[in-house]
Nanobody
Framework: QVQLVESGGGLVQPGGSLRLSCAASGAFFSINAMGWYRQAPGKQRELVATITSGGSTNYADSVKGRFTISRDNAKNAVYLQMNDLKPEDTAVYYC?????????????WGQGTQVTVPS
């Protein structure tokens, strides 16, 4: 299967910045959409941003203008630049990828990386 490994999480003060990275590895034909989701304690996992292999992006309203998603198809990597971080951004951030294997598309998830913004 596809393995996703996230990095870059940590603690940052309000207004600060953080950059998350996710690298995909394993046996697959291609990866189309990649994205970032987050889940705060006691809350439902929510979409943060997604990006297709063609570069089309989608952002949650709560992060528009502050976060930027990008990817490097050659490296099978996706990034999330987070600026002007707020306490409400505190959550575990998960990398997601839709990968084609043997003609079938499946979603894969990383183990998550903690982002903490104290109030």
């Amino acid at each position: 299967q596809v393995q996703l490994v996230e990095s870059g999480g940590g603690l940052v003060q309000p207004g600060g910045s953080l950059r998350l990275s996710c690298a995909a590895s394993g046996a697959f034909f291609s990866i189309n959409a990649m994205g970032w989701y987050r889940q705060a304690p006691g809350k439902q996992r929510e979409l943060v941003a997604t990006i297709t292999s063609g570069g089309s992006t989608n952002y949650a309203d709560s992060v528009k203008g502050r976060f930027t998603i990008s990817r490097d198809n050659a490296k099978n990597a996706v990034y999330l630049q987070m600026n002007d971080l707020k306490p409400e951004d505190t959550a575990v951030y998960y990398c997601n990828a839709a990968a084609l294997r043997f003609g079938r598309s499946n979603n894969y998830w990383g183990q998550g990386t903690q982002v903490t913004v104290p109030s």
